[in-house]
């Protein structure tokens, strides 16, 4: 069974202050990894897919990791607008385009 | 394009009763999937649909059903609420296996 694992659960930085987010997963095969945007009462808003180990996406402040083993969302100097929970989700080979997501990290950047 | 849209926005259904949530996307995206979000938690598979008149259950398929007569549209069909379909549900839809998931705003209901 799939498994995905986010940590740390809350998150809280101020201004300026870089941090990564952690996705651990368990799946035996991978399509892709992707990472997911949700502000409070939103639906979630898609960052990036990633597809092989050693890849790397970035966006604006934004960098997301691959490895074999998990996947890491790199913040760099956030700013208050980047507050927000940041969802995982891992599709298996073998399952068709379901997704599975992880519970998610909820960053808070302090002005 | 407006993406996908749900409607309603909020609900509040009583025990037993039953209700059906809209879900339309204008992207002529063949998979579209249903999702319900619990407080605090991550987002679980409900029903998905790889296109028109094909639908298959997720993770938590118990106490909903679904259609897919077109390709826009993916209604969620609660028979019978119980309390512990009080949730947050959002639909999605992507052009292809392996692409990125498109989410609707939500659904907010709850069963007293």
């Known amino acids: 069974e799939d498994q995905v694992t986010q940590s740390p659960e809350a998150l809280r930085l101020q201004e300026g202050e870089s941090s990564s987010l952690n996705c651990s997963y368990t799946?035996?095969?991978?399509?892709?990894l992707f990472w997911y945007r949700q502000d409070p009462g939103k639906g979630p808003e898609f960052l990036f897919t990633?597809?092989?180990a050693g890849e790397e996406k970035e966006k604006e402040r934004l960098k997301a990791t691959l490895t074999k083993k998990e996947s890491f969302l790199h913040i760099t100097a956030p700013k208050p607008e980047d507050s927000a929970t940041y969802l995982c989700?891992?599709?298996?080979?073998?399952?068709?385009?379901?997704?599975?997501f992880g519970e998610g990290t909820q960053l808070t950047v302090n002005p | 394009n407006a993406g996908v849209t749900q409607t309603p926005k909020f609900r509040i259904l009583k025990i037993g009763q039953s209700m059906t949530l809209q879900c339309t996307q204008d992207?002529?995206?063949?998979?579209m999937y249903w999702y319900r979000q619990d407080p605090g938690m991550g987002l679980k598979l409900i029903y998905y649909?790889?296109?028109?008149?094909?639908?298959d259950k997720g993770e938590v398929p118990n106490g909903y059903n679904v259609s897919r007569s077109t390709t826009e549209d993916f209604p969620l069909r609660l028979e019978l609420a119980a309390p512990s379909q009080t949730s947050v549900y959002f639909c999605?839809?992507?052009?292809?296996?392996?692409?990125?998931?498109?989410f609707g705003p939500g659904t907010r209901l709850t069963v007293t």
């Open positions: 999605a839809s992507s052009y292809f296996v392996g692409g990125e998931q498109y």
């Open positions: 799946v035996s095969g991978l399509r892709g």
């Open positions: 990633l597809y092989s």
């Open positions: 989700a891992v599709q298996e080979e073998t399952s068709g385009s379901r997704l599975t």
């Open positions: 992207m002529n995206h063949n998979y």
């Open positions: 649909s790889v296109g028109a008149g094909i639908t």
